[in-house]
């Protein structure tokens, strides 16, 4: 069984960085992706940033890539996301998800998924 334990989130005033963290257990090493989704109030959910297994690999949401980075620790297959200079906008909750990796840097599916962990964004 897999499980996914977000961490970091809360509320956080505009202007400041947050990072969000996100425990993996039961996870089979090898080829594999990591990201971060996010569903804002009344929007659908979006990707925010994936990263494979060998940790060079990602990709980032075009609105928002200057202020994100995306680390993994391969040892402990753990997931970090560093937002920066946060905006209101940033306001949602964050998922943190795990599936198969793809060939040519691609992501198919996340088939595991956390619990998700609230950034409120204050101005």
């Known amino acids: 069984q897999v499980v996914l334990m977000e961490s970091g989130g809360g509320s956080v005033q505009a202007g400041r960085p947050l990072r969000l963290s996100c425990a993996s257990y039961?996870?089979?090493?090898?080829?594999?992706?990591m990201g971060w989704f996010r569903r804002a109030p009344g929007k659908e959910r979006e990707e925010v940033a994936t990263i494979w297994s060998d940790g060079v690999v990602k990709h980032y949401v075009d609105s928002v890539k200057d202020r994100l980075f995306i680390s993994l620790d391969q040892n402990l297959m753990s997931v970090h996301l560093d937002i920066y200079s946060l905006t209101p906008e940033d306001t949602a909750k964050y998922y943190c998800a795990a599936g198969p990796a793809g060939t040519d840097g691609a992501c198919p599916s996340f088939d595991y998924w956390g619990q998700g962990t609230q950034v409120s964004v204050t101005s």
């Open positions: 039961g996870l089979n090493r090898g080829t594999y992706c």
